[in-house]
């Protein structure tokens, strides 16, 4: 292994070297619970983490610990720990940096399951969620108390993909000695680097493009080495939150090809963008690829390339965006994203139903809004099946506005 190689030769080679035994040049799944000691004094070595080894796949496991490796080093962070599912790598987080007493400071913009688990679960353990406003540059310095234990964010947000200035965060976290906790889920290390702006630990949900393929459930902590063991000895291993090892095999197939897809999803989602944007039946869209998003040079700065997540407004309300989503043909109504294939939701009847229409128009979501997760087809057979459903929208918002 060789630190200088470059990230797509680091998605292919990190972590992993064909093991001595069996010389398997693809990583070997080790789909075991547990494993065997050589004698006491080695078990109880190996327990004490007085020497490196395997003991029970709930603590550590020879195929997880390779995706660890090559996550922590796509990142560029020291360690990474894999769990089970993106909000349990949340739900460790916050559970190894607070406790009862303590302040959480967080982006209310935020995927609706981390939102809700702040909501809801962190004020059950007596910790307290302390909601920035976005719109108040100083409004996260605002936030912090000395009670506060982090600082939460993800980048682009979800679903108005608007853009967060990490490094000025980043900036008030360490002002204040606390770390800055950043879900980088709809960019995967290929398009942002956290750590280089200076953030001390990364979550991802790897269910979404690192898989790439809608099959593996996954998530992962990644940050320095020290926090990373202690939170393996003492909160991963007495909560159980870990990946079962064929996920992580699966996971490790997907990252060889990240590069390549994630070139892909933005190149295609630029077209659809540009696409939207002069379309006659569409009233906005928010692509921060797009000049006319109101953070493009935020995301210039901080962003390889722009994602292919979009946000658009049909014309016609409520039953518009319904009807578009109904007359898709390629693109599937689904609630996961960054898969290969064109994903799209109308949040207002689905994920952020439960909403009255005001707290909905504070999150952002208009009732004619869609989320598009742009997939890797051929962009013309994206644009002909958007251009179909847009046409059925005419009839549904013609409709509404007589009523
Ligand atoms: C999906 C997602 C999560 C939650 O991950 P799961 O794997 O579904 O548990 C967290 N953050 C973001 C940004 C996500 O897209």
Redesign the pocket.
Known sequence: MNKNWHFDTQCIHAGYQPDPETQSRQVPLYMTSSFTFANTDEAAAVFNAEQEGYVYTRVNNPTNEVFEKRMAVLEGAEAGLVT???????LLVLISLAQAGDEVVLSPR??G??YRQFWYHAPRMGIKPVWVDLDDPDGWEKAVTPKTRFIYL?TPG?PTINIIDIAHVAQVAKKHGIPLVV?N??CTPYLQRPIELGADII??????YIAGNSTA???IVLGKKDYIDQVRIEDYRNTGPTASPFNSWLLLLSLETLPLRMDKHCSNARAIADYLEQHPLVDKVIYPGLASHPQHELARKQMRDFGAMIAFEVKGGMPAGKAFIDSLQLCSQVA???DARTLAIHPASTTHQPLTPEQQLEAGISPGLVRFSVGIENPADIIADIDQALQATVQAGSSFVKQ
């Open positions: 089970s599912t993106g909000l349990s790598a949340v935020l995927y399951g981390a993800e979800n879900d889920t709809f979550i991802h949900s790897t269910t979404k459930m996954g998530g996961n994203l960054g």
